[in-house]
């Protein structure tokens, strides 16, 4: 990553940090910027981040984000070469959904990131994510696991960790997703899974 981009990330990450766009900002505890490789061209996207990820500033955290360790182990993939963020950067109280207001306030963000990013898969965890980014009414019990291509990037929805913790009955299905993510990994950017070292 060259100098200039990693001022501009810098320069984004700052302008969350000081963010008080919605109502969010006024209760949240810190900003969850994102994390993971800063020029991966996998990024998936989640939709805010709940009680543990406000309080250590960090997305996927809790037990749903072990739970998403777990699934990008299965591909072969981690937050060391892939990126993961969220629609909304600070916390919803009670973990309630993110509303229109403080999505349409934060996605800006999410979109200077993408730009930064210039990722060539996207892969939204849970339908507020595929509704932000892929499709606005996106029906994640029928759409899970499809590919769209727009703009040279290619999208997909998977269901969001916390809702497999809340109904295990969709982990096989999910499973299969995730083999279909890992192929279009080979197919689109098979340098991630060059050897290493």
């Known amino acids: 990553m060259s100098a200039r981009d990693a001022a501009a990330w810098e320069e984004l990450r700052e302008r969350c940090a000081n963010c008080r766009a919605c109502v969010l900002g006024q209760t949240r505890t810190n900003s969850v910027f994102g994390v993971g490789k800063q020029d991966s061209p996998v990024l998936f996207v989640g939709e805010g981040p709940g009680q543990q990820e406000d309080l250590q500033g960090e997305p996927f955290v809790g037990a749903a984000g072990k739970l998403l360790d777990e699934m990008l182990s299965i591909i072969d993939l981690g937050r060391d070469n892939c990126y993961v963020a969220n629609v909304v950067k600070c916390r919803p109280p009670g973990n309630r959904d993110p509303r229109e207001g403080e999505q349409a306030a934060c996605v800006g963000f999410l979109r200077e990131q993408i730009a930064l990013l210039r990722p060539k898969l996207i892969i939204c965890l849970g339908r507020i994510a595929a ?28 269901y969001h960790p916390s809702a497999l913790l809340r109904d295990p009955r969709r982990r096989p299905e999910t499973f299969l997703d995730l083999l279909s993510i890992r192929e279009k990994v080979w197919e689109v950017c098979p340098e991630l899974y060059a050897p290493r070292g």
């Open 131 to 158: 509704g932000v980014l892929i499709e606005r009414d996106y029906r994640i019990t029928r759409q899970h696991g499809q590919w769209l291509e727009r703009d040279g990037i290619w999208y997909t929805a998977i």
